[in-house]
């Protein structure tokens, strides 16, 4: 099935996608990463700041950072239950990273945390995903920090 593309006039960025497969999911039981880069993407990211602990009295700041990506629908995206098997595509899971721009290093377990570390603040790990291809402006939603 071709689906047809999305051109927003805000849909101008490109991610670099890192999904993991678990080990428990391969048949060597190691955990596997694979790259994938997508464009014609929406990224929005916002500072965040807050006080630490439930305490009033607490004087602790966190601040970090919150994103939103909207990736639109592809014929390369497959649930994870399908990607896990071959790695064909992509595929987006809560644990996998989103880097805006192309990553051009190569990805290994071993290297994985180092590249996402070293391109914060343009990087976050998935945290929820959801699938809105249903709708009136088909795409992959995806929040994290």
């Given at each position: 099935m071709t689906?047809?593309?999305?051109?927003?006039p805000?849909?101008?960025?490109?991610?670099t996608?890192?999904?993991k497969r678990?080990g428990?999911d391969s048949?060597?039981y190691?955990d596997s990463w694979?790259?994938?880069?997508?464009?014609?993407?929406?990224?929005?990211?916002?500072q965040t700041r807050?006080?630490a602990?439930?305490?009033?009295?607490s004087?602790e700041i966190?601040e970090?950072?919150s994103?939103?990506?909207?990736?639109?629908r592809?014929?390369?995206?497959?649930?994870?239950?399908e990607?896990?098997?071959?790695m064909?595509?992509?595929?987006f899971?809560?644990?996998?990273?989103i880097i805006?721009g192309?990553v051009a290093?190569?990805?290994t377990?071993?290297t994985?945390q180092a590249?996402?570390?070293?391109?914060?603040?343009?990087?976050?790990?998935?945290?929820l995903?959801?699938d809105?291809?249903?709708?009136p402006l088909?795409?992959?939603r995806l929040?994290g920090v």
């Amino acid at each position: 099935m071709t689906f047809p593309t999305v051109k927003l006039p805000t849909w101008t960025h490109t991610v670099t996608v890192l999904n993991k497969r678990a080990g428990r999911d391969s048949a060597d039981y190691l955990d596997s990463w694979k790259k994938t880069v997508l464009r014609d993407c929406f990224w929005a990211g916002k500072q965040t700041r807050g006080q630490a602990g439930r305490m009033a009295s607490s004087t602790e700041i966190n601040e970090g950072a919150s994103f939103l990506l909207r990736v639109p629908r592809s014929e390369s995206y497959r649930p994870y239950q399908e990607w896990k098997g071959d790695m064909e595509g992509f595929t987006f899971s809560t644990g996998d990273y989103i880097i805006l721009g192309e990553v051009a290093e190569e990805i290994t377990p071993e290297t994985v945390q180092a590249v996402v570390e070293s391109l914060r603040p343009d990087a976050f790990e998935v945290q929820l995903f959801k699938d809105n291809t249903d709708g009136p402006l088909p795409h992959y939603r995806l929040e994290g920090v």
